[in-house]
C-alpha cells in the first residue's frame, strides 16, 4: 500500500498534521512536569493547527471529520493514529481537528470541521455541555454526529462509544481490596482516592464507582480524596502535602495516567516508594494505562490497572459511520439499547498499522462484548460501552495494550 497516510494538509494554521502528530508523541517520553507525557493533559493550550486533515488513499467516497481532544498527548494520539489507519483502510477521507487540550479551542475545531464539506462528524469532548451546541449545529445541516469517550449532551449524537467510567472505577476500587487482602491478609486498611476533575462527567462517574467499589467493605476507609486537574505536576504537589500530613495509608486509587504517575512521584519525594513485596509498598490500582504505567506495572509499583481499549474507539466508530452513509443514514444499522455485539460482528486490520507499530495491534478484539444501552444523561443516543481491560504483571506487554506500542510510532 502507498504511504497516501502519511500524506496531510492544513485548512487553517501552520505546518503538518506529520509534525502536530510527532509533538505529541515526543511529549509523552519526556519527564518534566511542564511537557504533557504518556496519556496526560495539560492546562495550557498549544500552538498546533485548527483542522488537519488525513487523504485516506482510498476512493473518497466519504469524508469525515475527527475532533480529537488534543494531539500533545499520547493517549488522544492513539485514538488519532489508530482511526487514520483504520480510515486509510476502508477508503475514506479523514480529517482530524487538532482540540489542543482545551474545551473552548475543541468546540472551535468541531464547527470548522462542520463548514469544510464533511459527510459526518466525530466528537471527543472534554466539556460535554459545551460541544452541545457543534452537535445540534451538525444535526441542522444533515451531518450525523459521533462521540467517543467522552459523550456531547446532545440528543442529536447517532452515537456514543466509550467503556463504562463508572465501571472502571467500580473495578479499581475492588482491585485495591483484593491487594489490602493479597498483603493484610484481609480486606482492611486506608485507601486514598485520587480524583480528576469533578466537571467532567466522566470525572464524576468514575468517582461514584469507586465510593460503590469500596463503601461494600467495612474495614476499608477512605482517609481521603484528592481532586487534581489532570496533570502529572498537580497530582504529585497535591499528594506530596497529603502524605506530609498523614503518611499512614496502605495505597491509593487513581482516576487517570496522570494521578497515577503523579502519586509515584510523590511517594519517591517522601521516600515512600517502594516495588510489591517488599515493606512499605504502597499499593496503587488506578484506571487506564500508558507506557509509563506498563513499566511501573513491570517494576512493582503499580499492582493493577484498568485500561481502555482507545485504539478500539476510533475503528468501531468509523465502521458504524460508512455503514449508516452506505444505507442512506438508516438509524437501523446501528447497535440499539439492548444489544449484545460479539467479537465476531467486528474484526479490524490495517497494513499501515502493521507497519508503524511492528504489531497486530488489533489481533485481540480487547474491545468484546459490547454492551449496547441508553447514554446516561443523554437523552435517545445509544452507548456502544466497550469491555475494559484488566492490567497487571501478567499482561502488561500485550500487543493489545497501546501503551506497548505508542512511544514507536513516529
Same mark, same amino acid.
Given at each position: ?65 475527527? =475532533? ?87 440528543? #442529536? ?12 472505577? !467500580? ?11 493479597? =498483603? ?48 502529572? !505536576? ?43 513485596? =517488599?515493606?512499605?509498598? &504502597? ?19 503499580? #499492582? ?24 442512506? &443514514? #438508516? /438509524? ?44 446516561? /444523561?443523554? #437523552? ?13 504483571? /501478567? ?16
Amino acid at each position: 500500500m502507498e504511504d497516501s497516510h502519511k500524506r496531510r494538509t492544513f485548512l487553517k494554521g501552520v505546518g503538518t498534521a506529520g509534525t502536530i502528530v510527532a509533538a505529541g508523541l515526543a511529549g509523552c517520553s519526556g519527564d518534566s512536569d511542564s511537557t504533557p507525557t504518556d496519556g496526560e493533559q495539560s492546562s495550557d493550550g498549544g500552538s498546533g493547527s485548527t483542522v488537519g486533515s488525513t487523504d485516506s488513499g482510498g476512493d473518497g467516497d466519504y469524508t469525515i471529520g475527527f =475532533q480529537i481532544g488534543g494531539l500533545q498527548n499520547s493517549w488522544f494520539t492513539a485514538l488519532a493514529r489508530a482511526s487514520e489507519w483504520y480510515a486509510d483502510e476502508i477508503g475514506v477521507e479523514l480529517n482530524i481537528g487538532d482540540g489542543e487540550l482545551d474545551p473552548t479551542r475543541q468546540v472551535t475545531v468541531a464547527r470548522n470541521l462542520i463548514n469544510s464539506d464533511i459527510d459526518a462528524l466525530v466528537v471527543n469532548p472534554f466539556d460535554s455541555e459545551a460541544m452541545a451546541g457543534p452537535v445540534e449545529d451538525a444535526a441542522e445541516q444533515g451531518i450525523p454526529t459521533f462521540s467517543v469517550d467522552s459523550v456531547a449532551a446532545s440528543s #442529536d449524537l447517532n452515537l456514543y462509544t466509550a467503556f463504562g467510567n463508572y465501571e472502571a472505577g !467500580q473495578r479499581a476500587a475492588e482491585n485495591a481490596v483484593a491487594q489490602l487482602e493479597e =498483603q493484610n491478609g484481609a480486606p482492611e486498611g486506608r485507601l486514598v482516592e485520587v480524583m480528576i476533575q469533578q466537571s467532567a462527567k466522566l470525572g464524576v462517574a468514575r468517582h461514584e464507582g469507586t465510593v460503590a467499589g469500596l463503601e461494600q467493605y467495612d474495614d476499608v476507609e477512605i482517609a481521603g480524596e484528592i481532586i487534581t486537574n489532570n496533570t502529572r !505536576q498537580d497530582t504529585t504537589t497535591k499528594v506530596t502535602n497529603f502524605l506530609q500530613s498523614d503518611s499512614d495509608i496502605d495505597g491509593f486509587v487513581c482516576h487517570a495516567i496522570t494521578t497515577g504517575n503523579g502519586t509515584l512521584n510523590a511517594l519517591d519525594r517522601q521516600d515512600m516508594k517502594a516495588p510489591k513485596g =517488599q515493606d512499605g509498598h &504502597k499499593i496503587i490500582s488506578q484506571i487506564d494505562a500508558g507506557s509509563t504505567t506498563l513499566t511501573a506495572i513491570d517494576d512493582g509499583f503499580v #499492582d493493577v490497572a484498568i485500561d481502555q481499549p482507545v485504539h478500539f474507539y476510533g475503528p468501531i466508530t468509523l465502521h458504524y459511520i460508512k455503514e449508516y452513509l452506505d444505507a442512506g &443514514k #438508516d /438509524d437501523s444499522v446501528l447497535p440499539s439499547p439492548g444489544d449484545t455485539v460479539e467479537s465476531d460482528a467486528m474484526s479490524f486490520e490495517s497494513s499501515a498499522a502493521q507497519e508503524a507499530t511492528g504489531k497486530n495491534i488489533w489481533a485481540e478484539n480487547a474491545w468484546a462484548p459490547g454492551e449496547v444501552q441508553e447514554t446516561e /444523561d443523554v #437523552d435517545d443516543v445509544p452507548w456502544f460501552r466497550t469491555n475494559s481491560i484488566r492490567v497487571t504483571e /501478567d499482561n502488561y506487554d500485550a500487543d493489545y495494550l497501546w501503551g506497548n506500542w505508542i512511544t514507536d510510532v513516529a
